[in-house]
């Protein structure tokens, strides 16, 4: 930590990016970072690739997120929140491979320690605990703005409180946030309480494709472009549906296929799909997404795949684990 701090205090200009399809963590700690290098006088661009979901538009200067940056800009300092490889900011990987120092940020399990400084903590709630540390550390007072960002991220991660990765200090930052100013109704009302009528379609859509399988072990969702399209949805509207499938009784472990939407074509009708995987905490999914080049955390994981929905069904329903 203290390198990274001096590295900071050392750099005029850092690029701050997190993971495509954000959540909240993604979101919560790069405005929170992207605000803490302001008040230290320290330019930062703030960057992630995908579209803001609708969710997360009332975090405080949601709109310093820009979703290009130009390949010429000399940052000095790249810092890379929330993800467990470099690629997962997407497309700017290359250019942030340029950059002279890159600063990993993460509490993925699967991290493969990608750059020149690392910030990894398996056992922190969110990546937004390791900012709040880094804060800590650096003694900048956090904003009611940066409060936001930081409750949000950890409310998000551990699932209100409810996933594995909910410890002491998840409640002890919350109790800081909202003695600085953070309103739980707030947040809450903005996170859960405002769906649009058509997420609610989705979600009914997204019912309807369950499926059960290996003696009530394993629950598939389904989600297509056209179920996006009829019911007038956004990507981002997805996130939090893959918990129906994984709350069932009895079920070990939960597939979310996703089809992505990308205008690529493929051979013999294959698409590119994001699987996410949820467990009860018996099977470590992490393990089960790095066989497929994604990773995540032991209870939440993805990864991407060309192939079929019926194939991608066949694939998970042969996982070891569930035979
Ligand atoms: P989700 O299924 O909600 O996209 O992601 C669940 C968890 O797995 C998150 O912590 C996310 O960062 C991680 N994850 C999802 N997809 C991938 C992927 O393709 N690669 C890696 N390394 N991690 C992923
Ligand atoms: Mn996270």
């Given at each position: 930590m203290k390198q990274i701090i001096q590295q900071l205090k050392n750099s005029r200009s850092v690029l701050i990016a997190s993971h495509i399809n954000p959540d909240g963590d993604a979101l919560g700690s790069l405005l929170a970072l992207g605000l803490a290098m302001e008040a230290l006088d320290i330019k930062a661009t703030l960057y992630n690739e995908s579209d803001i979901p609708a969710v997360y538009r009332?975090?405080?200067?949601?709109?310093?997120?820009?979703n290009q940056i130009s390949r010429v800009h000399a940052y000095e300092t790249a810092i890379i929140l929330?993800?467990?490889?470099?690629?997962?900011?997407?497309?700017a990987t290359d250019i942030v491979t340029q950059i002279p120092m890159v600063i990993n940020i993460d509490h993925h399990?699967?991290?493969?320690?990608?750059?020149?400084?690392h910030l990894i903590d398996?056992?922190?709630?969110?990546t937004v605990e390791l900012v709040f540390r880094l804060l800590k550390e650096m003694a900048i007072p956090i904003s009611t703005a940066m409060a936001t960002s930081i409750y949000t991220g950890i409310v998000t991660d551990t699932g209100s409180f409810r996933f594995?990765?909910?410890?002491?200090s998840a409640f002890a930052i919350c109790n800081e946030m909202v003695q600085l100013g953070v309103k739980p109704i707030h947040i809450a009302q903005h996170l859960y309480g405002s769906y649009s009528l058509g997420r609610i379609k989705l979600l009914n859509q997204a019912l309807e494709s369950i499926e059960i399988s290996n003696n009530g072990s394993l629950s598939l969702m389904t989600l297509t472009q056209k179920m996006l399209k009829e019911t007038g949805?956004?990507?981002?509207?997805?996130?939090?549906?893959i918990h129906y499938a994984r709350r069932?009784?009895?079920?070990k472990m939960a597939a979310l296929i996703q089809e992505q939407a990308n205008g690529r074509k493929y051979n013999a009708g294959e698409k590119n799909y994001h699987v996410s995987l949820r467990s009860?905490?018996?099977?470590?999914v992490a393990a089960i997404a790095s066989t497929f080049g994604g990773g995540g955390h032991p209870s939440a994981a993805g990864f991407s795949i060309e192939s079929t929905i019926k194939k991608i069904k066949e694939t998970i329903k042969a996982i070891p684990e569930l035979n």
């Open positions: 009332f975090l405080p200067e949601i709109d310093r997120i820009q929330d993800c467990s490889n470099l690629d997962r900011i997407g497309r399990t699967t991290n493969t320690r990608f750059g020149e400084r398996n056992k922190a709630c969110a594995s990765n909910t410890n002491a949805t956004q990507p981002g509207d997805a996130e939090g549906l069932i009784e009895d079920v009860d905490g018996s099977i470590d």
